[in-house]
């Protein structure tokens, strides 16, 4: 089992930054891929960014140009830069991890952290 905290959300005005962070209870070595999505009041989670332990990375193209993920592997940390921020980047915003181990696909999420950006 693996559990994940994310941190850094909060209130930011338009044209603001945050960065979030995520925390792994465990190595994050291995094949696995994490990903930050987010979800909107109303609305279903979408995925924002994702990235390969190897740094492959994938974003949505609301945010590309935009925001920044990367990861520290030493550090069991994912982080998500997020720049020139809209109103409409107003969400919750979920950890995910997913490890292939013998396999099998095992996902973990986080609880989430609220990003608020006014305008």
């Known amino acids: 089992q693996v559990q994940l905290v994310e941190s850094g959300g909060g209130l930011a005005q338009a044209g603001g930054s945050l960065r979030l962070s995520c925390v792994a209870s465990?190595?994050?070595?291995?094949?696995?891929?994490m990903g930050w999505y987010r979800q909107g009041q109303g609305e279903h989670r979408e995925l924002v960014a994702s990235?390969?332990?190897?740094?492959?990375?994938n974003y949505s193209d609301s945010v590309k140009g935009r925001f920044t993920v990367s990861r520290d592997n030493a550090k069991n940390t994912m982080y998500l830069q997020m720049d020139s921020l809209k109103p409409e980047d107003t969400a919750v915003y979920y950890c995910?991890?997913?490890?292939?181990?013998?396999?099998?696909?095992?996902?973990?999420w986080g609880q989430g952290t609220q990003v608020t950006v006014s305008s």
């Open positions: 990235i390969t332990r190897n740094d492959g990375i």
């Open positions: 465990r190595s994050i070595l291995g094949r696995n891929t």
């Open positions: 995910k991890l997913t490890k292939y181990e013998l396999g099998r696909t095992l996902e973990y």
